[in-house]
């Protein structure tokens, strides 16, 4: 079984930067497409954030693109996200994702197999 654990959330100033981790477990992970959702206040629905298949294509949300990157490590089933440039409109529960291939060539609109708990990121203006 999968098992995904986030770290790096916290509180920042609007341009500000933070790094989120997300320590992988389970056999066959290296294979899985690896992402970053996340969940504004208010709003339930997990939003993809960016996500990096197994060859290290990436993919982002628009409105981070510039400002966030994903980077992972297939040897050390890990999973990073570079956000810079920090805005209020960031502010929101972020979840680290895998699934199998397919879900990477979706783009994330159908979902993703394994979550971890989610790490808050706050950004005050």
């Known amino acids: 079984d999968v098992q995904l654990r986030e770290s790096g959330g916290g509180s920042v100033e609007g341009g500000g930067s933070l790094t989120l981790s997300c320590a992988g477990s389970?056999?066959?992970?290296?294979?899985?497409?690896m992402g970053w959702f996340r969940e504004v206040p208010g709003d339930w629905k997990r939003e993809l954030v960016a996500?990096?298949?197994?060859?290290?294509?990436?993919t982002y949300a628009d409105h981070v693109k510039g400002r966030f990157t994903i980077s992972r490590d297939s040897d050390k089933n890990t999973l990073s996200l570079q956000m810079n440039s920090l805005e209020p409109g960031d502010t929101a529960m972020y979840y680290c994702a895998a699934g199998w291939a397919g879900r990477c060539v979706a783009g994330g609109r159908n979902g993703m197999d394994y979550w971890g708990k989610g790490t808050r990121v706050t950004i005050s203006s």
């Open positions: 389970g056999s066959g992970l290296r294979t899985f497409c």
């Open positions: 996500m990096v298949d197994k060859d290290g294509t990436t």
